[in-house]
C-alpha cells in the first residue's frame, strides 16, 4: 500500500507562484508513474500534469502548460509541481496520484481512471 502526502497549497495573489510536494511511503516509489490533477467546486476532475517514473518524459495540460512544471526526486520519494504565473482560474484542491505499473520507464497517463493510489489533496487558491 503507498500513501501519498500532499503539501504547499495555499493563498496566493494572482501572477504569484506556489510550488506543491507530494512525498509517497510505504513502497517503491522510483518505479512509479506520477501525476497530478485539480478539482474546482462544482466541476469534475481534471488533469494537469505527468511525469514518467524515470522522469525523462512531462506531460501538461494545454490551460497550464509554459506556467507549471512537474519534477520528481526519486531519492527523496517526492514529486513537484511548480506553478507560475497563477491566475485565478488554477483555484482547486490539487491531487497527486501515483500508477504503480506502469508500462515502461517512460510512460506517461493523463487519464485519471489509469492510477492506483490518491492524496488527501491541498487546496490552492489564487486571488485576483
Known amino acids: 500500500q503507498v500513501q501519498l502526502v500532499e503539501s504547499g497549497g495555499g493563498l496566493v495573489q494572482a501572477g504569484g507562484s506556489l510550488r506543491l510536494s507530494c512525498a509517497a511511503s510505504g513502497r517503491t516509489f522510483s518505479n512509479y508513474a506520477m501525476g497530478w490533477f485539480r478539482q474546482a467546486p462544482g466541476k469534475e476532475r481534471e488533469f494537469v500534469a505527468a511525469i514518467s517514473w524515470g522522469g525523462a518524459n512531462t506531460a501538461y495540460a494545454n490551460s497550464v502548460k509554459g506556467r507549471f512544471t512537474m519534477s520528481r526526486d526519486n531519492a527523496k520519494n517526492t514529486v513537484y509541481l511548480q506553478m507560475n504565473s497563477l491566475k485565478p482560474e488554477d483555484t482547486a484542491v490539487y491531487y497527486c496520484?501515483?500508477?504503480?505499473?506502469?508500462?515502461?520507464?517512460?510512460?506517461?497517463?493523463?487519464?485519471?481512471?489509469?492510477?492506483?493510489?490518491w492524496g488527501q489533496g491541498t487546496q490552492v487558491t489564487v486571488s485576483s
Open positions: 496520484a501515483t500508477n504503480w505499473a506502469p508500462a515502461t520507464s517512460s510512460t506517461i497517463y493523463t487519464n485519471s481512471n489509469t492510477y492506483d493510489a
